[in-house]
């Protein structure tokens, strides 16, 4: 049996995704940028697309910037930004837990002269008020905190630091990609001047991002060119995957409160299980503010990448925050803000379940992690009560 | 991204657990850095009186690179004198289990140096205990 439980990662396509997009593969096929038939039926499904993006936040769909990549909407959103408002202050202030896209987006612009500051989490992975009004200056133009997290789950007050952000007279970023689509998100409740969304992570193609641009916030584009997406992302929409991700979200909107209820409860019950029936281990992130489909596991005395080539064996898809499978043989920068020792970083596990999650694959993956985390901790040095182990 | 041996000594490892009474421990790595590996050896001798590697086991905490390149020293080191044993370079377990990628080079290293730290200790131990026996016999002697 094969279960996928790696849906933070990525997530298969949804059939009805495939079938919206496949029109755009075959016969319609022509540049949205033309002006004769084709090309309008094209600019057509592009702006639809984008109306759905936009609904899906409560944003309206001239706020939509389509990218090509969450990556891309993060680094349009900081750099873009940054370069456009320098004038109003050089200062940017980041959470520790954000998707390395927010965090060397800001660590690029310290070269163009700006200064960055690296605001803490406590241990669930939340950032506060107070840690944030502490790092705020009267330089200040930027804010950047995620809505939730792609490893650990955890789901930030983001209205509240926004209000806090504009009461120091700073813009608001919103790293939305792994939340969109998994919980709820209205722009105009939370005051956010700039959200990144990623289709992929939601049951659309990969490909395809969108920035939403609150009305009246100026940035300055990172690709120059034939000035598509009103200048803001100039290059030749990729109209299928813009399809693609308007029906996603279209499907989001529909599907979503149920699905929550039904991940929570699923998730809920393997989290008590792995806990009860597992010695030393312990789970990371927020215990209620987190994403419906997360769990994120240290389990001690045992190293992530053995565990999940393991899980793998036995049909098990699912990821860790351990150095050794980084490139650059460091463990999570999340695992570690939220005070995890590296060698527990190392005995890290993310479980993410998704919308074709079934029950039987969370059981398969139960029946199969307390062996294999013995076998593992039979091979190690470190022992329950033994020495060494920190 | 591992070959087939390697992956194959991950999943079946030789020599794997804690040894009673071994007669040297190389103990290597660092849990902060995500790799530990510890060697237990029992010495023996061979047929023509050389100090052997009668036995060995290991135990390690690391990702499939470090326990397969842990079993797959012990393998090669089972059996041999302790000159050659201590001889085995990173580019001998690397070869043996069927090549490494680059970034996990430094698995095998480990593993060798586990196992000379090992053969290391056993000489100092011996060395101790050595000087105390020639001592006693000289009193004898005396």
């Not at chain 1, 053995?306 to 049909?315: I, P, T």
């Not at chain 2, 804690?18 to 050896?41: L, Q, S, T």
């Not at chain 2, 101790?128 to 009193?139: I, K, L, M, R």
């Amino acid at each position: 049996m094969r279960a996928y439980l790696d849906y933070a990662s990525t997530t298969p396509l949804d059939e009805r995704v495939l079938e919206a997009m496949l029109p755009w593969l075959r016969e319609e096929f022509a540049n949205p940028t033309g002006i004769y038939s084709l090309c309008q039926s094209a600019k057509r499904a592009v702006e639809e697309a984008r109306e759905s993006v936009a609904k899906l936040i409560g944003a309206s769909s001239s706020e939509i910037v389509f990218t090509s990549s969450g990556t891309e909407a993060c680094n349009l959103a900081v750099k873009g930004y940054a370069l456009a408002n320098r004038r109003r202050g050089r200062h940017i202030v980041v959470s520790a837990v954000e998707h390395m896209a927010v965090l060397e987006a800001c660590r690029a612009m310290e070269s163009q002269g700006f200064s960055v500051s690296v605001v803490g989490v406590d241990e669930h992975g939340c950032v506060t008020p107070e840690a944030l009004e502490q790092a705020m200056s009267k330089d200040t133009l930027l804010v950047a905190v995620q809505l939730a997290n792609n490893e650990i789950g955890t789901v930030q007050e983001v209205a509240k630091l926004a209000e806090l952000a504009h009461e120091h007279g700073a813009a608001f970023f919103c790293d939305a990609c792994i939340a969109n689509g998994s919980i709820p998100i209205d722009v105009e409740e939370l005051d956010v001047e700039l959200l990144a969304m990623s289709a992929h992570k939601m049951y659309g193609p990969k490909g395809a991002g969108a920035l939403y641009l609150a009305e009246g916030t100026r940035i300055e584009p990172l690709l120059h060119g034939g000035g598509q997406e009103r200048g803001y992302r100039s290059g030749t929409e990729n109209v299928p995957a813009i399809v693609g991700f308007g029906r996603a979200c279209e499907i989001a909107g529909e599907v979503m409160q149920e699905e929550a209820e039904r991940l929570r409860r699923l998730r809920d019950e393997m989290v008590r299980r792995v806990m009860s029936e597992i010695e030393d281990v312990r789970l990371n992130g927020h215990p209620e503010r987190r994403l419906p489909g997360n769990a994120n596991f240290a389990f001690a005395y045992i190293e992530g990448e053995s565990l999940v080539l393991e899980l793998d064996f036995a049909g098990v898809s699912v990821s860790t925050g351990s150095a050794c499978t980084s490139p650059t043989l460091e463990p999570s920068h999340v695992l570690t803000a939220i005070g995890l020792s590296k060698a527990q970083a190392h005995g890290s596990l993310r479980v993410t379940l998704g919308r074709f999650t079934r029950k039987e694959e969370v059981e398969h993956f139960l029946s199969v992690l307390p062996g294999v985390v013995e076998r593992l901790r039979k091979i190690s040095p470190f022992k329950r009560g033994g020495e060494g182990y920190v | 991204m591992y070959s087939e041996i390697l992956l194959e000594h991950f999943r079946n490892p030789r020599n794997m657990g804690r040894m009673e009474n071994p007669d040297g421990v190389g103990k290597v790595g660092n849990p902060a850095c995500g790799d530990v590996m510890h060697i237990y050896i029992k010495v023996g001798k061979n047929s023509s009186g050389e100090e052997i590697i009668e036995d060995i086991k290991f135990e390690t905490f690391g990702c499939a690179a470090a326990i397969g390149t842990s079993s797959m020293v012990t393998e090669l080191a089972k059996g041999k004198t302790l000159e050659e044993a201590a001889k085995i370079s990173k580019e001998d377990v690397a070869e043996a289990v069927g090549g490494l990628p680059p970034i996990k080079m430094h698995c095998s290293l480990l593993a060798t140096k586990g196992l000379r730290k090992a053969i290391e200790d056993y000489r100092r131990k011996k060395g101790d205990a050595g000087a105390g026996g020639e001592d006693s016999q000289h009193t004898q002697e005396g």
